[in-house]
C-alpha cells in the first residue's frame, strides 16, 4: 500500500502579515493624506503599513475610481503648495482658511 504524502504549509516567514496583507478603506484613507501632506509615494504607502509597489498594484486595480482620481488631485495640490508657499492651503475650504 502506498502513502500519500503529506501536503505542507509555506514557512510561517513566507507569509505575508494579516494587517499587511490587504488596503483597508482606512489605510487608503491615510496614504492619500499622506501623499497630500508629502507627495511621496513611499512615504505615504510606510505611513499605512504598506509598500510603494502595493500602492502602484492597487492604484492599477483601481484606474478610474475616486482612489485614483483623489491620488492624482492629492499630488497636484501637493505641487501646487511647493510652487507657491505663501498660498493659502488647497487642501482646507475657504471657509475654513478664514477663521484660521
Known amino acids: 500500500m502506498e502513502q500519500q504524502p503529506i501536503p505542507t504549509s509555506p514557512a510561517p516567514s ?3 502579515p494579516t494587517s499587511r496583507a490587504h488596503w483597508t478603506a482606512d489605510k487608503q484613507r491615510l496614504f492619500l493624506a499622506a501623499l497630500l501632506a508629502t507627495g511621496n509615494v513611499s512615504h505615504s504607502a510606510h ?3 504598506m509598500s510603494r509597489s502595493s500602492a ?3 492604484r492599477r486595480r483601481l484606474a478610474g475610481t475616486p482612489f485614483d482620481r ?3 488631485r492629492a499630488l497636484a495640490l501637493h505641487a501646487q503648495t511647493l510652487a507657491d508657499p505663501f498660498a493659502a492651503d488647497p487642501a482646507r475650504p475657504a471657509a475654513q482658511q478664514a477663521r484660521g
Do not use: C, Y
Open 14 to 16: 513566507a507569509q505575508v
Open 47 to 49: 505611513a499605512a503599513g
Open 56 to 58: 502602484h498594484r492597487l
Open 70 to 72: 483623489t491620488w492624482d
